[in-house]
Structure formats: C-alpha cells, structure tokens
C-alpha cells in the first residue's frame, strides 16, 4: 500500500508561509520532570509571542491525552472497546514511544506551515525527542530543559501525582521508578529550580530573537 502514496508538494510554500508572518516556523520542545514547570512556562512564552504577533499554537501533554493521543477509556465509549484497546495510547514505554511520535509529526507539520509549535512533554526518552530532532531540519528543533530538581517538583506536585506514587497507586513514574534522560545538548537549560515562571519565558523569548526565529523588537 505504501507503494502507492506519492508525496504532494504544495503550491504555497514554507518560504511563502514565512514571509506572510514575518517569522520563522520552528518546534520548541520543552522537556522536564512532572511538575518541573514546563506547561506554566510554555503557557507564557506563547502569550507572549501573541502579544507580538507571532504564530504560534501550544501542544501540552495532557490536552493532547484527550485526543489525538487519547486512551482507551476515552475512546472506548465512541469506538468499542476493540478498537480502543488496539489505538489507545496509555503509560507503557511503548506508548510513550507512540505518544512522542505523534507528537513531533504534528509539531513538524505546523513548523512547515511557518508556525511556532511548541510542546510541553515529560518525554523521558533521549532517543524519542532526538528522532523528532531528525525529522526536522536544521535549526527547526529547539530542545527547552527545564531543569527543576525533583524535590521541587515533589513539593509543588499540583496534581497530586507524586503523592499517588508514594502511596503506591502508580507504578512507572518518571523520575521515580522509570528514567529520565535528561538532554545533553539542549538549546536551552532554564534552571526551574531557582528561578520563577515569568523570568525563564523570557530566556525563551530572547533565544528565539538571538538564533534569529522571531525578529527582535524594534528599539525606541
């Protein structure tokens, strides 16, 4: 079957996409334990590429559980339970493997249409998050550790999570009893750990005008 599909180029291209917005498209990929401030963080970064007119469009982890990447018990009450069983995405390695991959296929669809895609993902794996790496071009992944130590994530623990895993509800909790493999190499390291939300969104923001992804504003 595969034989058969042709790949279709556009008419509009990524170059055309680019100049219309005035912006580079790219993938910015946050990456962190739970808790470790990556949504809050991605939330800011894209209020504030809005305010200046970039676009962009934010894909979190657990929005994205609802749907695309939806579990079983999601689909189940729309599709039957074979079907779920066979296409629902839930917590094991590979899973997670599935849910990445998902992911950066959407994400780079939207840095192709000369849009700033970012992610807000545990994504534990270093091999998962270099395969989305692969799949892009040069210069369209930019890797965001925020690296916030696990005491601290322990503490905020918004949703109760990590009080579930030491009360042994769940099992295979990143950073806990399954691995993290923290980036080598990222573009970028925002120490979570030290400093608040508003301040690491604006090393973000600065990053993406220093490597030249956003223009810069204009100076008075």
Known sequence: MSNNITWHKHDVTRDDRERLNGHRGCVIWFTGL?????STVA??????????????????????????NAGPDVLEPVYGKEFSERFGL??????????IRRIGAVAKLFCEGGIVALTAFISPYRHDRDAVRAALGDG???????????????????????KKVRAGEIKGFTGIDDPYEAPLRPELRLDGGKKD???LADEVVLHLETVGIIPAPARA
């Open 34 to 38: 739970s808790a470790s401030g990556k």
């Open 43 to 68: 939330n800011l970064v894209e209020q504030r590429l809005y305010e200046r007119g970039v676009r962009s469009y934010l894909l979190d982890g657990d929005n994205v559980r609802h749907g695309l």
């Open 90 to 99: 839930g917590f094991s390695a590979e899973d997670r493997v599935e849910n």
């Open 140 to 162: 369209d992944f930019l890797e965001i550790f925020v690296d916030t130590p696990i005491e601290i994530c322990e503490q905020r623990d918004p949703k109760g999570l990590y």
């Open 197 to 199: 939300a508003a301040s």
